[in-house]
Nanobody
Framework: QVQLVESGGGLVQPGGSLRLSCVVS????????MGWFRQAPGKQREFVAQ??????SNYADSVRGRFTISKDSAKNTVLQMNSLKPEDKGVYYC?????????WGQGTQVTVSS
């Protein structure tokens, strides 16, 4: 059974940086896109960033220029978050879309506070 495991969340001051990782456990095939979503308390889950299987990335307007998504040859993905703001707080979820299904990780908490 394939699982996505996120790590790298934590508490950081405004202006700081965090690096989130999503590691694939198990065999996954035909990935179409890898991405990150987040959910703040009392709000709906929202799109943050995505990278396609051929390396094309796109970002939510709120994070463009501050966050960078990347992937490696092992099908893992990383979200580098710089210049963090209090409004970036939330649980960050890794999301993979394949030709057959969609997978979610369990989430990792990001808190931005002084």
């Amino acid at each position: 059974q394939v699982q996505l495991v996120e790590s790298g969340g934590g508490l950081v001051q405004p202006g700081g940086s965090l690096r989130l990782s999503c590691v694939v456990s198990g065999t996954i095939r035909n990935i179409r896109a890898m991405g990150w979503f987040r959910q703040a308390p009392g709000k709906q889950r929202e799109f943050v960033a995505q990278i396609s299987s051929v390396g094309v990335s796109n970002y939510a307007d709120s994070v463009r220029g501050r966050f960078t998504i990347s992937k490696d040859s092992a099908k893992n993905t990383v979200l580098q978050m710089n210049s963090l703001k209090p409004e970036d707080k939330g649980v960050y979820y890794c999301n993979y879309r394949t030709s057959a299904n969609e997978l979610w990780g369990q989430g990792t908490q990001v808190t931005v506070s002084s």
